[in-house]
């Protein structure tokens, strides 16, 4: 029979630690620090298959399931000599919810659970604290009423803060039993009123009724938002773990706090955390009171600090990782709640790993799984340019590092409507869950409360996003949308500039600068990467800066240069436009050859653009391969809409105007409805393009060859791989592969040098993956086009599907975004098809892959699973890639069995 | 070492009949008529591979091939005591082109090459008839002069009309020695100014640049244009037969003539052709002058009558097919001079296969095989209505059978230009091959001239296109555009109706009706088909009038019924229109529901008329299952267009109007432009629309199903099977079959009885494909959309791609349009891996295909490759894939290898 509960406690536990996907992470950390013979209030994880069993069962707990929680509470009580409800040795437990993949905030907690109106006094009476007492109580009310009974915390709230201001208190602390007791009852009333039945009193049923609101929990819709982010699957379901209470709020000798072994922000190795004395774990958490740092804590009880770090100390050598640990002192005894790995900043990460590597503590291989690929985002991130300060209005803590710079915002509802266009600062006394679509658009937080280890905090870090926390200098009137810092008012739309590394705030719009990321042991870790992985990582870049910024993040060359976004300046366009007013269709031969000299006229004024452009890459990339795309998009995105044209001509025509501007938009208008198209994305474009006027390849083919030969007469060794698109027959590929030779032999003939050149395909039809075999035979090198490859298999407009995307990820038909990560089942078959025949008939093939996804984690494994030979992103995601390509290679060559699961922890 | 020329003559030859893809098809059958001992002028054959070689290398004649050439014309000369050129026994001959494939009118044929200035007068010696050698030397020169020099026809033709004119005969006859010498004068003179040299007087030199024109007319456009309408592969290249000539036009005892076995156009078994007395084949088969019945020969030549009779009889029997011949008449000696299996109309390819089967000639297998199922068409092409006659204003010669009614244009360019809109009828005094391309367009074809075998009458045949020929009462101006007929003056633009069964010509637009293809051999000939095959066939069928039509031809059922095409009458277009207003995104719940609330109310009002839809096709199909599939355009197409709101916005606001109609423009617009997509073949269609409102679905689920238990009470079977479109990925078939039999349950329960239904989905995008093996754990039946399935595969939109597919077509990197011909590498590949996959996963899973390419033969030929269960096309094709579904389960047990080359002659 299946077991749900398992037991810890009393030195030894029924669980361990590497038993996450039963326990939750909470539990197998719980069940782990008992059998290691830490310090941990003992009590019992009800399994994540229980909560599994629960939706099953139609939202009802199983009898047999309920009969195991009996046996465990059993089992509890004999150990602790207490038993829930009594009246002479009551046990008060806390129920949190505990899923395999920590989901910081985003579950609920309910302490102290067991209180009742008998309880209460027992309580109060065994610890000689009629306060503690009654606070007690009064907590449990509060969160039981809103967790379990869902009463808005804002009712509770009120009826607390009304009691403050009638005695006119402005501390929780000053309050008086009496004035508890008061409150209590205050609270009772409101349950009454609000769900029509009494608080229940019984214990059993509290627990019970807890513990069916944390599995509840799994599907609220915070919950739900943050699964989805984080891509963790739906149907893992949450532990719930019941502990016996321990109290950091019962006295001056109590006290309660989180930590981590190492600053999870800078990666340094050094204790870090905060503690607040006379408090429970919520209120550290919260952010409602600022905290102490942990430091402080050797001042106040020099032998639990001591305990605390020798304890911290061992679980981070057990676990090999950084711990992120929860504590509670009462009454002088440490209690430890829970150690998980603890999250960190990218720059921890990449810092952390290699110390531990230095450290002897884990191998290189385990050091580059250690990093999600994303975090690196966090080091290639802007920061401030300090040569041109601005205004400097108050500091907060450096919550997540990196520079923002934004407009103002006080909602996350707003800064989602304002943060369409131009970036938005949200600026929050604390955020809260239900923020979170607020916090995903905004380019930095700033709260005025919370800490380190705040939720503001935290959900940044994780996103890797700026945010400076309790800037307690900063007054946020949320209502009427203003922000006061001292003389300065803010108001909704103001500029503001964060850093975040630094706690910084300043007034209007800051210079950023991006980050050197070769300092420090970025290079290193990356040096690890590169000999791990077996996957090229190239990038795209259509224009000198970006090959430089690119080549300096370690491309190993241009994966996809598009030549059409060159033709979109302004000295350019009036050529193409000119070259496009002559693709007309004619079954006159002559017209046809007059149309066609039009073109090669403006084609001739293009040329030697496109050769400097060209000669600008090879010079950034000299000496690495340099893909160039031949012309791509339908020509009508050369030329003004149609429907503007046509409703500019009508209100001319309503008006009466004739003259020279009608006919010269009527015109255009001949011309733009002569390339009009339904399904631009499955028309006349691409290497069709080519076929229809092989002039346009002629030229750039030129173009191509003119510079590389110019720039090797420089010394300058170019490399160009020519790449035809949307193939998806052979024959098209050998009519322009026909050109561009020809082309090189003329001006190889003409220049009196050869360069070395590859032309080749992209892969970006299913018709070309499923005739691969035989593209290969003319193609020299492959490059995955897989945007346009999942807009065919899928049938799906990239410019159309926002909606249908939406409905599908939330109805739970695909997984994600397919055009964010790559589809495995279809397009990734494709590419193993692609890849497989393609080599077959070309043994030495080059394959690569050019979409979005070449910067895609995810992505980037299933091109090292299809046997792919490089990715090619964008240059801000080379590292990303690089470090994914290194991951995958340790996957696939099984290293990571051990390591695996504490990295995604 | 390859050899390249095959001599033949003096009873034996060294080709043989089955050697067509060496010889092509007349050079076949000259060789096999020489080895069974028949009378044909000797020469030899310039293999398909010498006009390969000539083209490889570089439009030049090896050296190799021409001393192959001497040898054989030595040959030939030792045979006959005759040598070219010489003065005392001249040789001439004759040189034609003929590839594998018979190719009418297309290629080039010179006669009476040999003659020269010396030459002639040694004819006119021997023959003692100076008039008969001129008139020789004249055609050749002028032969020589269009085919190989390039000089026009028109500029020979003028010089032989002036001659004519300046001594005012009426007669070419009329014309003397001496009148012809002239003529030759002047034709020499015209080639000296055109070409800048002599005409050529050494025959070697004359035969060697015939040989390489009649290999270069390959390449010459009319006949590229044949090639693509036929499918005809570009690279088989020409044969080229010489061969000795023999005169029909040496005086009344000579004469020359062609002729069919059995009647081409009806079938019927008797002896069917053409003859002229005293004249060369051109004038024959140019339709220049009109011939005279076969038949008539016996009267004049009773012994070469029955001799041809004789011959032709042995060589159907030899053959097993209908012979194509043709003969001369030299002074009373018969000459054959080709045979080849006929060309004949559908009716009489179906009547003749029967027949041979009842004559023992072939088995059933092979009459199927011996039928294009393209030409079925013509057996159901629509008659004309004799209940209502017309005036009939003239009659020509029944060419081709069928009825047409359209506008008179006269030259093909018009039939093009204005055979868009309405149906045209091409008149022409004859046409010329330069004409097909009006041809094609054209609803039917009249001429003046030309007999049954002319240019006019074979092409429309091939087509199954009407055709009166030979209507010698019209006189057609083709300048002015005005066709005389008596008294009748009919103008461009005029309608006039056309018999191609009977030759008659009617003035305005007749009614036409449909044939009856169950009269006549016709029903036996399709159960044969039905005996052999092993695809079903269904119909692609949206009302019950095309059901039934369907049923009629044989349909086993309804593979496709469009419900949109049901929301576009004018009495539901506003429900429609007011359910799709209904479909705007929100994020407040509220709102949602609102905005669901409107489109059911909406979907409400259709509700009864889909369920009136259904029934009347259930009803029409009794006991046959109907595919229905659920709603699949995208909803814009319900709107008025984007551009045509915006202009007329535009135009009342720079009017300066306001009021009712500008706000209600624009709130149209805001629903358009909230539903307007870049591309929408990839967008909001299909089951996504299904999925985002669910309640469209529910409504046809329940149309069907209220539909189908009404229908089951009065006794009607109805068998729904329901396809759900546009899938690629399981979930998505998941969520609407649950829709489908959770509304199927409520009906049945409602309604206390129960229909036995299926559901499944189509296959029309890569990603269903390449999933279907978890499509089919779903899905009851599979149905290959693969109009959308080549839409994506190749990335190209079948509303955009005429301009692309012509160019590719003409470039040859497509054989053919693949919108037309399922593209078997891709297309076809993603058949056989949904199939097969699809099986794997539900072994009995029904397999079938719904685009257009269902009723085309050589995609069925694909379709029966991958195993599909069965094919479904538009009802008037349904014979067709009838047939091409026997051919291929025919083909696929190798039993065709004997038939399948005279099937292609």
Request: with cysteine.
């Amino acid at each position: 029979m299946e077991k749900y509960v398992y037991s810890f406690g009393g030195g030894k536990a029924e669980g361990r630690g590497d038993m996450k996907d039963v326990l939750g992470g909470k539990g197998a950390g719980l069940a782990e620090m008992t059998n290691a013979g830490l310090p941990v209030p003992p009590g019992f994880t009800i399994a994540t298959s229980a909560c599994r069993t629960y939706f099953e069962n139609g939202n009802q707990l199983p009898k047999s399931i309920q009969e195991e929680v009996d046996s465990a509470l059993s089992h509890l009580e004999l150990l602790l000599g207490q038993r829930l409800g009594d009246s002479g040795s009551p046990l008060l437990v806390s129920v949190r919810s505990g899923a395999k993949f920590s989901m910081p905030g985003m579950m609920d907690t309910i302490l102290n659970l067991g209180m009742n109106d008998t309880v209460v006094e027992s309580v109060a009476r065994k610890t000689q604290n009629q306060r503690f007492a009654y606070d007690s109580y009064r907590r449990f009310i509060q969160m039981f009423g809103g967790v379990v009974l869902d009463i808005p915390k804002a009712d509770f709230e009120h009826i607390f803060d009304s009691q403050k201001k009638r005695r006119g208190f402005k501390f929780d602390t000053q309050l008086t039993p009496e004035d508890l007791n008061r409150i209590i009852a205050a609270y009772k009333k409101l349950v009454l009123k609000k769900k029509k039945f009494e608080f229940p009193q019984e214990p059993r049923r509290q627990l019970n009724m807890a513990v069916e609101a944390v599995f509840r929990s799994w599907y609220n819709p915070r919950a739900q938002t943050y699964r989805r982010l984080n891509r963790i699957p739906d149907d893992l379901g949450t532990a719930v773990n019941v502990q016996t209470m321990v109290f950091g709020n019962m006295g001056e000798t109590s006290g309660t706090g989180v930590g981590f072994t190492r600053d999870p922000a800078t990666g340094a190795k050094q204790f870090y955390g905060e503690f607040l004395m006379n408090a429970q774990g919520e209120d550290v958490v919260a952010g409602v009171r600022t905290p102490v740092p942990i430091a402080e804590l050797e001042k106040f009880m020099p032998e639990v600090y001591q305990q605390l770090r020798d304890i911290t100390g061992r679980l981070e050598e057990h676990y090999k990782d950084v711990q992120d640990f929860e504590f509670t002192i009462q009454e002088g005894k440490l209690y430890m709640l829970q150690t998980r790995n603890g999250k960190r900043t990218g720059n921890a990460a990449v810092r952390i790993a290699v110390d531990m590597v230095d450290e002897g503590l884990i191998d290189e291989a385990e050091a580059l799984m250690r990093v999600e690929p994303e975090q690196l985002n966090q080091l290639l991130h802007p920061v401030l340019d300090e040569s041109k300060p601005l205004k400097l209005i108050a500091k907060g803590l450096p919550a997540s590092p990196g520079a923002a710079v934004g407009r103002v915002v006080f909602t996350a509802d707003d800064a989602v409507k304002q943060g369409k266009g131009e970036p938005v600062i949200l600026v929050r006394g604390e955020t809260v869950p239900d923020d979170i679509h607020g916090m995903e658009v905004a380019a930095g937080i700033l709260t005025s409360r919370g800490g380190m280890t705040s939720h503001a905090a935290v959900v940044t870090r994780g996103m890797g996003k700026c945010c400076v926390a309790g800037c307690s200098d900063a007054e946020v009137d949320e209502k009427r949308k203003i922000l006061k810092i001292g003389p300065n008012v803010i108001k909704e739309g103001d500029w503001i500039s964060l850093d975040g590394s630094t706690g910084r705030v300043m007034l209007g719009k800051a210079i950023t600068k991006q980050p050197d990321p070769h300092s420090g042991p970025f290079g290193r870790f990356m040096k690890w990467a590169d000999e791990y992985r077996q996957l090229g990582v190239r990038a795209n870049a259509d224009i000198p800066r970006d090959a430089t910024v690119s080549r300096e993040f370690g491309a190993e060359g241009i994966g996809l240069c598009r030549t059409e976004h060159m033709f979109f300046a302004s000295d350019r366009l009036p050529h193409m436009q000119r070259m496009i007013m002559a693709c007309k269709d004619t079954s006159d031969p002559k017209e046809a050859a007059r149309y066609e000299k039009d073109r090669r006229a403006a084609l001739a004024k293009l040329l030697p653009m496109q050769r400097r452009d060209f000669a600008g890459l090879f010079k950034a990339m000299d000496g690495l391969p340099v893909t160039i795309r031949t012309l791509d998009p339908p020509l009508h995105e050369f030329l003004p809409k149609r429907e503007q044209l046509m409703v500019e001509i009508a209100t001319l025509e309503a008006k009466g105007k004739k003259g020279a501007k009608l006919s010269q938009l009527k015109k255009m208008l001949e011309v733009v409805e002569g390339l009009h198209e339904f399904n631009p994305m499955l028309g006349l474009r691409g290497c069709r393009l080519g076929i229809l006027y092989p002039e346009i390849t002629e030229m750039q083919a030129r173009a191509i060859f003119e510079a590389a030969c110019d720039c090797k007469n420089k010394g300058i060794r170019a490399r160009p791989e020519v790449m035809i698109p949307l193939v998806g027959e052979v024959k098209e590929l050998a009519a322009q592969k026909e050109i561009v030779d020809r082309v090189a032999s003329e001006v190889f003939a003409k220049k009196g040098i050869e360069v070395e050149y590859l032309v080749g395909t992209m892969i970006e039809l299913p018709a070309a993956a499923l005739s691969s075999g035989e593209i290969a035979r003319e193609a020299q090198f492959f490059s995955f086009g897989t945007n346009d490859l999942t807009q065919t298999t899928f049938g799906l407009s990239r410019d159309d599907c926002g909606k249908i995307i939406a409905a599908y990820v939330k109805q739970k038909i695909w997984p994600a975004d397919p055009f964010a990560v790559l589809d495995p089942k279809r397009v990734g078959r494709l590419l193993k098809i692609g890849t497989s025949e393609g080599r077959q008939a070309r043994a030495n093939l080059k394959v690569g892959i050019c979409g979005e996804h070449g910067g895609d984690p995810a992505s980037i494994e299933v091109c090292a699973e299809a046997g792919l030979n490089y990715v090619s992103c964008s240059p801000y995601r080379v590292p990303i890639a690089r470090l994914a390509a290194g991951q995958a290679a340790i996957r696939r060559s099984g290293k990571d069995v051990a390591v695996s699961a504490s990295a995604t922890a």
